[in-house]
Nanobody, 118 residues
Framework: VQLQASGGGLVQAGGSLELSCAAS????????MAWYRQAPHKQRELVAE???????NIAGSVKGRFTISRNNDRNTVFLQMNSLTPEDTAVYYC?????????????WGQGTLVTVSS
């Protein structure tokens, strides 16, 4: 099982980006999915998470600007990021609890860099 994240890049302050992350391999089901981020010299922090039934938890620092969603048929989670600021600059990682041939395990994606210029 692999989590493949994409969608990062360079954007000006006030702009938008959408990240996506798909679970691939022998996947029987995907439970909680989440996005974390890690800025330079800072700890990794939770940005948003969504359960398999769609219950969402959004960090206060991005509430109202970021939206998390998922497509269960494609085992994919999305993060729509609007009104970006330089403080959102970080490597964004997806995370998911996946049920596969080896049971239920937690996986991390490889990270995708988001850079917001002022």
């Amino acid at each position: 099982v692999q989590l493949q994240a994409s969608g990062g890049g360079l954007v000006q302050a006030g702009g938008s980006l959408e990240l996506s992350c798909a679970a691939s391999g022998t996947v029987y089901g995907v439970y909680d999915m989440a996005w974390y981020r890690q800025a330079p010299h800072k700890q990794r922090e939770l940005v948003a998470e969504i359960s398999e039934t769609g219950t969402r938890n959004i960090a206060g620092s991005v509430k109202g600007r970021f939206t998390i969603s998922r497509n269960n048929d494609r085992n994919t989670v999305f993060l729509q990021m609007n009104s970006l600021t330089p403080e959102d600059t970080a490597v964004y990682y997806c995370n998911a609890d996946v049920w596969s041939i080896i049971g239920r395990q937690n996986f991390w994606g490889q990270g995708t860099l988001v850079t917001v210029s002022s």
